[in-house]
C-alpha cells in the first residue's frame, strides 16, 4: 500500500523544494559572508590590512560568477549564477570598497558610497531599465536576475541605512510588523507560482526573489522592531570620520584663500557668498540703526 504521506512529502519537494532550496542557500551565503568581514570592523580587535585580501578574493569570485552568468547557455543554471554573483557583488561594492577602516595600508578602496549615492533615484533609474531590459530581451535572463537580485539588497540597504536615523521609535514596531505581514503573503505568493512553475528557470528565478521576501520578513520580525545597534555602533564612528574629512579639507580652502588673497590672484569680493552669517561685519543700515 502507498504511503499518502510520503508522496505528499515528495510532491510538496518536486514542486516548490528547488524554489525554497534556492532561497534557503542566499541565506546560508549571507550567513558566511557575515562570518567573512567580522575580521574588517565588527571583531574587538580588527584584523590590520585583511581588505587587502578579502576585496582581491570578492572580486575574483564576482567576476567569475558573472561571466559565468554572461555566457552560460542553460538558462535554469545561468540564473544561479546571476544570483549568486549579485549576492558576492554587494558586499563588494556596497560595503567592503567603500567601508573606512581607522588601519591598515589601504584603508578605503573607494570614496563613494553607494548607499548614499542620489539616495532612492539612481535606485528607481536602475528598476526601470531593469524593466525595459527584460520586457525587451536586450539582455540574458540571467543577466536580469543578477540585476534584479543586486537592486533589491540596493534598495533594502538604503531603507536599513535611513531606518534608525529618521523612523520615529514608535513607530518601528508598527513599520516592522507591516514588512513582515506584506512580505509574509508575498513569500506565500511566491511558493504559489513556484508550485504552477513548470520549468525550472522559473523555478530557480522564484527562489531568487524568495530570497529577497524572506530576508525582509526576518528583518520586520525581529531587528526592525528596535533601533539597530549596528548602526549607532559604526555610523557614529563613520560620521565622525566623515567629519575629520571635511574639518581638513576645510583647512585646506582657507590655507588656499589666504594664498590667493597674499599673492594678489583673488580679492575679498571674489568669496563673498551674498549671505549673512553670524560672524559678518554688519551692513551701513544695519550699523546706523545700531
Known sequence: MANPEGNLFSRIANRI?????????????????????????????????????????????????????????????????????????????????????????????????????GAYFYVVVGWILLK??????????????????????WSFELYMDNYSSKVPLELMPVIARWVATVFGLASILILVLAWRATTTAKKNLLGCILYITLSLVIMGSSQWKT??????????????HEIEELQKEMEHLNFLRE????????????????????????TEPEAAQE
Open 17 to 117: 523544494g528547488r524554489t525554497v532550496l534556492v532561497a534557503l542557500l542566499g541565506q546560508v551565503f549571507f550567513l558566511v559572508s557575515v562570518i567573512t568581514m567580522i575580521p574588517l570592523r565588527m571583531a574587538k580587535e580588527p584584523v590590520v590590512n585583511y581588505n587587502l585580501f578579502y576585496l582581491p578574493i570578492l572580486a575574483l569570485f564576482f567576476f567569475a560568477l558573472f561571466y559565468r552568468a554572461c555566457v552560460e547557455q542553460d538558462e535554469a543554471r545561468g540564473i544561479l549564477y546571476g544570483y549568486f554573483s549579485a549576492l558576492v557583488a554587494w558586499p563588494l561594492i556596497g560595503e567592503v570598497a567603500s567601508m573606512p577602516l581607522d588601519k591598515g595600508v589601504v584603508t578605503q578602496f573607494s570614496s563613494i558610497n553607494i548607499k548614499l549615492l
Open 259 to 282: 594664498y590667493m588673497l597674499r599673492e594678489g590672484l583673488a580679492t575679498e569680493a571674489d568669496f563673498a557668498t551674498g549671505k549673512h552669517t553670524e560672524n559678518a561685519p554688519a
Open 132 to 153: 525595459v531590459m527584460w520586457r525587451t530581451g536586450a539582455v540574458k535572463t540571467s543577466v536580469c536576475t543578477f540585476f534584479l537580485v543586486f537592486l533589491s539588497i
Open 227 to 240: 533601533p539597530s545597534k549596528f548602526y549607532v555602533k559604526y555610523e557614529g564612528a563613520h560620521l565622525a
